[in-house]
């Protein structure tokens, strides 16, 4: 099945690519890798302003990453023209605004796991990492970003 028909079938529409807020660019190809900047959650077309441990719960976390994930897919496309040339999705790494205590950024970074098998099946299984830090840009709850392989 294509990327495009399980998209279709998961009822997910992808994104244009966000603006950077800095002095970055939103990807990178290096050889056959694309490193995708990071993108933090959203909710109504701003910053998902959140700390868990505070003032959000994991599986309110999970959607984040979830929706973070979303516009990581929508970023990937541009970059590469077309989602079926993903090779294999490599790394996520993770950032989860978090309280000292707080201890389950690894099942809110399922969020975003989940859904990249959903979509590209094995070649979705990654490596990765889940932080807790005391901020992210705009107070956003995750930020996330992506390493993809690409098919020559």
């Known amino acids: 099945m294509s990327v495009y028909d399980k998209l279709k ?3 997910i529409t992808l994104p244009p690519v966000a ?10 190809q290096s050889g056959n890798l694309v490193f995708l900047s990071g993108h933090i959650a959203r909710k109504d077309g701003k910053p998902w302003s959140a700390q868990f441990g505070r003032d959000i719960t994991t ?8 929706a973070v994930a ?11 023209g077309d989602l ?3 090779k294999r999705i490599v790394k ?3 950032l989860v605004n978090s309280t000292s205590d707080f201890t389950e ?3 809110v970074t399922n969020g975003a796991s989940e859904l990249f098998a ?16 005391a901020q992210v840009p705009f107070g956003a709850c995750v930020e996330i970003d992506l390493i993809a392989e690409l098919a020559d």
């Open 92 to 94: 996520l790494m993770s």
């Open 118 to 133: 959903q979509v590209f099946g094995d070649k979705g299984s990654h490596a990765r990492s889940a932080f807790g830090v």
């Open 19 to 28: 603006t950077p807020a800095a002095a970055y660019v939103p990807f990178v």
């Open 105 to 107: 950024q690894h099942l």
């Open 70 to 80: 979303v516009d990581l897919l929508g970023t990937l496309h541009a970059a590469t």
């Open 84 to 86: 079926n040339r993903v």
């Open 59 to 66: 599986e309110e976390g999970k959607a984040a990453a979830r």
């Open 9 to 11: 079938e998961l009822n």
